[in-house]
């Protein structure tokens, strides 16, 4: 079968005498930018189902695998791949200006001499301009070499959460998504950005852990190293419950809360994440640690695959949890 851009509608015929199936739903059109395709491509596509028909067969199959691997949450555009593109270059050749601009006066010198344009006298002076520029350049370089070495993963993972962090949580438009523990710093200490981020009207989703399951506080208060205990840790799951109770009266529709049947290796504050400009921000539970878990990592929404793959695990977590 061929699928014009159009988003043709299939027929029977094209179902070699097999009928559509009648359980499919309504038609829905969606842009797919295609791996090794320049330009994206529109395919009409009937949702799927367990049982599905000649043409479900030959074309939400692939397209399936596109949403579930890749696209489940969303798609990136080709312009912010564009920007990260254009922003690399712009670093590469900021970092060696200098040694551009000698090369190029050089060159023009060179030639300039050679046509006898330029007297030996101003080939001289640019000589040893060049020269003071080229001495410039190395001793910048030997400084930078003689420097602390740093490694590119020292920027990525942090021991500590970003400033970053609290910047967009306090100008969060459109949804947040707090997945935690038991919350008592977040909720605890941040009931007044909670209540800022509902009066603008945007959707805040907090899953914390289920305080009835005894064993899940068990195991979270054994990888804990300040000592606590299970009853210590429902105690806290209760008071940040108590504490959300009361901003669920206030917004109701706005602030919903889950628990989670499971325990969580991964602390999340995701903001704005159906928007351009989405973040994620993870933090990395340890076992036993004496001071903040690391390491704490940040995904882009121009990050790509990685973002949209954490983003659609994060969303697996909420749906699994039951409504507290």
Request: net charge positive; charged share 20%.
């Amino acid at each position: 079968m061929e699928y014009s851009e159009s988003g043709r509608m299939p027929s029977a015929g094209d179902c070699a005498g097999e009928d559509l199936c009648d359980r499919t739903g309504p038609l829905f059109l969606q842009s797919l930018p295609l791996r090794g395709v320049s330009h994206r491509v529109s395919i009409t596509l009937r949702p799927w189902h367990d049982q599905p028909c000649c043409f479900c067969r030959r074309l939400v199959f692939p397209i399936r695998h596109f949403q579930t691997r890749r696209y489940r949450l969303g798609f990136v555009s080709m312009s912010g791949r564009f920007r990260e593109r254009v922003r690399l270059v712009k670093a590469a050749v900021f970092v060696d200006l200098d040694l551009y601009a000698l090369l190029l006066a050089g060159f023009i010198f060179t030639i300039l001499g050679a046509t006898g344009v330029a007297d030996v006298k101003t080939l001289s002076s640019v000589v040893l301009a060049l020269l003071s520029l080229m001495a410039f350049s190395q001793i910048r370089t030997r400084r930078v070499q003689a420097g602390p070495a740093t490694h590119p993963y020292d920027n990525l993972f942090l021991a500590d959460f970003p400033p970053a962090l609290y910047e967009h949580r306090d100008s969060v438009s459109q949804d947040w998504l707090y997945i935690g523990v038991s919350g008592y710093r977040t909720i605890g200490a941040g009931r007044l950005p909670i209540s800022k981020v509902l009066q603008r009207n945007a959707k805040v989703r907090i899953l914390l852990l289920d305080h009835r399951r005894e064993d899940l506080l068990r195991a979270a208060a054994a990888r804990s190293a300040s000592g606590a205990t299970p009853e210590r840790l429902r105690e806290r799951i209760l008071a940040s419950l108590s504490e959300l109770a009361v901003l669920v009266a206030r917004f109701p529709g706005n602030l919903e809360i889950r628990l989670l049947p499971f325990l969580t290796t991964v602390g999340v504050n995701a903001f704005d994440t159906t928007g351009p400009n989405g973040r994620v921000y993870v933090q990395h539970y340890e076992y036993a640690t004496q001071g903040e878990s690391s390491p704490i990592y940040t995904l882009r929404a121009s990050d790509g695959y990685w973002y949209q793959h954490q983003l659609a695990e994060f969303e697996r977590m909420w749906d699994e949890g039951r409504p507290a």
